[in-house]
């Protein structure tokens, strides 16, 4: 157990809908990371929040948005769905928002858009 | 655009011999990598790290290289052992501009018993 927790562990929804992935970091971490990995792809880098404000943005579509709350949790909003949103989803914390930190991930979200 | 790149997919080795994975970047001003693994089901998690100040790290049968003009490092296992079957990714990062991970694609290791 990595002290991250994400959940929802598996979700199957259909184009067009809308899902919410949640993500509790490890203890005493105050940033948090969402990562898109498809197939055979390596992790796209999301988005980042430290200590409740946004550090630092990828890949994101539009469709997508997440947010950090005050106790430190982090929740990434999944728009207007596609196929190709198909992908699994990880949450990784770490202690500082930037410096050589190391991130801790958690076990992922498998999304399947049908 | 893939800044990182992780060109072998596969990489089989029988136990006790040496595992070689290689990483190449495109981004000079990367200076922080890291190697991490993953087993199905799990997450990655975190191997070994290099600052680009160093061209060698070491922790016990792990050893990360750097090779700066190049861009390139390379992580061996010395010797491999079954459970090191797993993927490995490689990540980079330019410190003075935060901390996004950039990840190569992976490299899935499986050592032969």
């Known amino acids: 157990d990595s002290g991250v927790t994400q959940t929802p562990k598996h979700l199957i929804t259909a184009t067009g809908q809308r899902v919410t992935l949640r993500c509790s970091p490890r203890s005493g971490d105050l940033s948090v990371y969402w990562y898109q990995q498809s197939l055979d792809q390596g992790l796209q880098f999301l988005i980042q929040?430290?200590?409740?404000?946004?550090?630092a943005k990828g890949n994101i579509l539009e469709r997508f948005s997440a947010q950090q709350f005050p106790d430190l949790h982090s929740e990434l909003n999944l728009s207007s769905l596609e196929l190709g949103d198909s992908a699994l989803y990880f949450c990784?914390?770490?202690?500082?928002?930037?410096?050589?930190?190391?991130?801790?991930f958690g076990a992922g979200s498998r999304l399947t858009v049908l | 655009d893939q800044q990182v790149k992780q060109n072998s997919p596969s990489l089989s080795v029988q136990e006790g011999r040496i595992s070689i994975l290689n990483c190449d970047y495109t981004?000079?001003?990367?200076?922080?990598f890291l190697w991490y693994k993953k087993y199905p089901a799990e997450g990655p998690t975190f191997l070994i790290s290099?600052?680009?100040?160093?061209d060698k790290n070491e922790d016990g049968r792990f050893t990360v290289f750097l090779n700066k003009s190049a861009k390139h490092l390379s992580l061996h296992i010395v010797p491999s052992q079954p459970g090191d079957s797993a993927v490995y990714f490689c990540?980079?990062?330019?410190?003075?501009?935060?901390?996004?991970?950039?990840f190569g694609t992976g490299t899935s290791l499986t050592v032969i018993p």
């Open positions: 990540a980079a990062s330019a410190l003075r501009t935060g901390n996004q991970f950039y």
């Open positions: 981004n000079s001003m990367f200076d922080y």
């Open positions: 929040y430290y200590n409740g404000e946004e550090r």
């Open positions: 990784a914390s770490s202690v500082g928002g930037s410096g050589a930190n190391v991130l801790t």
């Open positions: 290099i600052s680009s100040i160093k």
